[in-house]
């Protein structure tokens, strides 16, 4: 059996730990702001923290909840916390559809969200988003589209590419689903969408036949917290509830205490996020650009987001390439293989700034040496 993507991080995270030999662009998400979160917790112990480890959480510390509300103006009826953003889309995948069921998911894609489909039994149907923009192609999808369609599966901002699907596409995904003749839903994975926030609400507030979900995982960093959640209308909230008592039984109400906190608070480690990502946006730009000169990368870094999905010259699988890097450089990518899209590779650009520029320049010389240049 191939490895998953997951399997194959998670091994080669366990591998590299502790290593500062090593040149690793790998992680997907924000550097934990560590110190902004331990500065939360003592500051707010004693007036809120006590409190709130107080309340019942059977579906959700209520705490959590209506902090959720206010940042996101979804209606609390509609909200149902999950232990991060995996955990989330495999409760509404788990709640919505049954063995045979007919799906759409995007390509290239997230591998859980492929693999948590197969896993329930359901028949899939992939819409591809194409290079470089990666943008929906609505006319695929109206095709895609029929009556016995249960799910259309999305990423906004996507992963890999960081593309923004905007309201106006929003909308017109939301009428072909209506359309289908079936009652469709469309579920949009939002881990990255807070770096558009601002520009856009959930998914889940501009339709009922959206549902998102979200965490404070890759935008922020806070991984560590487990908290996710689902932005649904009632029907589904209420189907994720039965799911989500056989798999997750209840929550840590000290996870989900000290989440709420953070979520009235999420305007500073969005801030503390932004100044990362910024800084390192352009490092990425000024370091890569020999490669972009010469033809070797694809200049599609997105405007938004933390992750970079170039494609390499002359690559019809970064498999091998990779593994140069890896073995010769002690440099680490994700290839695009783990994405249904094999000619690519994932950088990630949200680390400590001047370590992502010294792993960024080390990439940088392998990949030229790598190409004789």
Request: net charge negative.
């Amino acid at each position: 059996m191939a490895e998953n993507y997951l399997t194959w991080f998670k091994n080669l995270e366990c591998e590299l730990a502790g290593r500062d030999d090593c040149y690793q662009l790998l992680s997907s998400n924000v550097d934990e702001p560590l110190e902004l979160l331990h500065g939360h917790i003592n500051k707010y112990y004693n007036d809120i923290l006590k409190a709130r480890l107080a309340e019942p959480n059977s579906w959700g510390l209520p705490s959590l909840i209506d902090s959720l509300s206010f940042r996101y103006g979804i209606s609390p009826k509609k909200i149902l916390p999950a232990a991060g953003t995996t955990n989330a889309l495999y409760l509404v995948m788990l709640a919505l559809l049954g063995r045979g069921d007919r799906v759409i998911i995007e390509l290239p894609v997230y591998e859980p969200l492929v693999t948590t489909a197969r896993h329930i039994g359901t028949q899939i149907s992939f819409l591809r988003r194409t290079a470089p923009d990666y943008r929906i192609d609505m006319d695929e999808l109206a095709k895609l589209l029929t009556p016995q369609t249960k799910l259309v599966v999305l990423t906004n901002l996507h992963n890999p590419s960081g593309a923004f699907i905007r309201d106006g596409e929003l909308g017109q995904i939301s009428q072909l689903a209506r359309k289908s003749g079936g009652d469709t839903l469309v579920m949009v994975d939002e881990i990255y969408h807070d770096f558009a926030i601002g520009i856009q609400p959930p998914a889940a507030g501009l339709d009922d036949n959206f549902v998102s979900v979200a965490s404070l995982t890759k935008v922020y960093g806070l991984g560590l917290l487990r908290c996710g959640w689902i932005f649904a209308r009632p029907d589904v909230i209420d189907k994720a509830r039965v799911c989500s008592l056989i798999v997750n039984g209840i929550g840590s109400r000290l996870l989900e205490a000290i989440s709420s906190i953070v979520i009235e608070h999420l305007d500073e480690y969005l801030a503390h996020s932004r100044q990362i990502v910024g800084q390192n946006r352009m490092i990425l730009w000024d370091t890569i650009e020999p490669l972009l000169k010469e033809g070797i990368l694809t200049p599609n870094i997105p405007e938004n987001g933390c992750i970079y999905f170039p494609h390499v010259l002359g690559k019809a699988d970064t498999s091998s390439f990779v593994q140069d890097l890896a073995e010769k450089y002690r440099v680490y990518v994700v290839p695009g293989k783990f994405f249904g899209e094999p000619e690519g590779i994932r950088i990630g650009f949200g680390g400590e700034p001047r370590q992502f520029e010294k792993s960024l320049g080390k990439f940088v010389e392998a990949t030229s040496g790598l190409f004789g240049k």
